[in-house]
């Protein structure tokens, strides 16, 4: 089989040049271009894909800095950034922080000393001195900043919704599972809930929850019901958290949503598929991810920005795990 | 607040000197090192970390590909190979293949591009050019191979035992739901489902499902029940599609396990959330994703490997979707 070089010496050119031609970018002569074709043609020449591609320019690197990949939420925000970055050619080099500042220190000082030309953080600090320091484009994801390029949803709004519906829906005993004190999204959720349970003049009360995980939401759930038998509705504060207290309660022999409500928080593709299914607030997770993406690429490629703080707004999403109600009730 | 250019002056040598001495790294001669260090301490200089990490030594790059980060089968591999990179100071370029033949070589090729220094992918044709033509290593995640760097799970043993337990819990009309046919574990799986049936000469039907999307499952799951009413064992092609089948039994008033049995395939953490909790195989994702970035940097650093293949186990979690049996049955 004929080789890049072979061509190049019977066309009188350099290798250069036929790449040239090949990925048909950079300038060459008319008369050049015929004898490169000539000479591929005579030698029935075709390109290795991957040594060809040696010769196009790089794709270009953005950092992804997300939570945590194996929280069901994640994956749909990582997503929509692939798949907007991919269809324009970006890359991107990705990293869980596990929300620790030391572990998003470490990934944004490698994605740095790889030459990325732009960083999506999920981070619970905006205003941190490393993201001050950078002179590329940075756009918050899932988070929100004041001055800065962000995409996120109205995660108090959501609290504030989910309280609303739990009331309106005849709970009388509401128990909020407040999330990591330290993560923004928990933060705003859990405030929004408690400003109408209290507006609304509602007895509340609340179990502090210190992470996301799975497992470990299976203990809050078992000291939920421990602490506050009486709890005719859960605020948990996300799906994951949702779920299981909707399997303890089972456990249990609690009746849902006869005894007790609950409702989630994100919508996570497997909510629906519980029994009975959660109803939850919905955020749009992979248009989100879609968004922040193509808000980066329109700031690395120096283009007029018209918002560059887009907060989309979330939605109840009325399934099994709360009681019915006339719509105008 | 002084810079590494002021310590430099003050101390009389390059900034590249100041750099290695506060970076511990190259050589540097006693008395300089005394120099630039008398010169921090006067100048009462802190380095700035972002500037500082400039000149540590580059994170090396990996390529990792998957099919789709939001099956919930892959985050757990996903997170066993970053957890296992980030540790060892290598950073992962990340992309989803949807099991398309072109992404695959889109990514593998800017992964080369990007002077990655070692790939993991889950590619259903190892034996690919693609593949073949690269000069670095690469290790095969979910998949197997036989020649190559390779970590996967049993998943016709795991077939094989689905359809041992259905059969001796009771099934006796029992429906296959064959996974998308160039989706190499997924044959697997279906093969040794078959496999057993035909050894035990248990009647079968085989529904065929092309891909492994929820949405889709949906559609599967109805027309399963409308085109086989009195199938009595269902043996899933994955824990999602396992989990929209057991959705429309409920839809159906069909109890689980009494009327239909269900298993699932990966064991992913939301299946012990399911109502009834789902019995499926599970697959050790997070560990094996953690030993293919072993590997691949044993492959990488030049260390003599000793398994280059390694086929992990797969085991029956019994739940709450199969009917009890005596052990001894």
Do not use: C
């Amino acid at each position: 089989m004929a080789t890049i070089k072979e061509v190049a010496m019977t066309a009188g050119v350099s290798v250069a040049t036929v790449s040239r031609v090949l990925n048909q970018n950079g300038y060459v002569h008319e008369d050049t271009r015929r004898k490169v074709e000539d000479a591929i043609r005579q030698l029935n020449y075709t390109p290795n894909e991957v040594a060809r591609s040696l010769y196009k320019r790089k794709s270009k690197l953005i950092g992804l800095l997300l939570p945590d990949i194996t929280n069901p939420y994640f994956p749909q925000l990582a997503r929509g950034v692939e798949d907007q970055m991919q269809e324009n050619d970006y890359r991107l080099i990705f990293g869980n922080s596990d929300e620790s500042r030391q572990k998003e220190m470490d990934y944004i000082q490698t994605f740095i000393q790889n030459n990325v030309v732009g960083v999506i953080s999920s981070t619970n600090d905006p205003d941190a001195d490393i993201y001050a320091g950078l002179n590329i484009p940075v756009v918050f994801l899932d988070r929100t900043s004041n001055d800065r390029p962000s995409v996120y949803a109205d995660g108090r709004e959501g609290g504030r919704i989910a309280a609303r519906e739990m009331v309106r829906r005849g709970s009388k005993q509401i128990t909020v599972l407040q999330g990591p004190a330290h993560v923004r999204p928990a933060i705003d959720r859990f405030e929004g809930a408690v400003e109408i349970l209290q507006e609304l003049n509602i007895p509340y009360e609340v179990l502090l929850t210190t992470s996301f995980s799975l497992t470990e939401a299976e203990d809050w759930a078992k000291e939920l019901f421990y602490k506050y038998p009486d709890t005719d509705g859960i605020i948990a504060s996300n799906d994951m958290v949702a779920s299981a207290v909707l399997q303890e309660a089972h456990r249990l022999g609690k009746r849902v949503p006869e005894d007790v409500q609950i409702i989630g928080f994100d919508d996570i593709p497997l909510s629906k598929l519980l029994a009975p299914s959660l109803s939850t607030i919905h955020q749009p997770a992979y248009e989100m991810g879609r968004e922040a993406a193509d808000l980066l690429i329109q700031l690395i490629e120096g283009h007029h920005v018209e918002r560059n703080s887009i907060q989309y707004s979330v939605k109840f999403i009325e399934r099994q795990t709360t009681r019915k109600v006339d719509h105008d009730g």
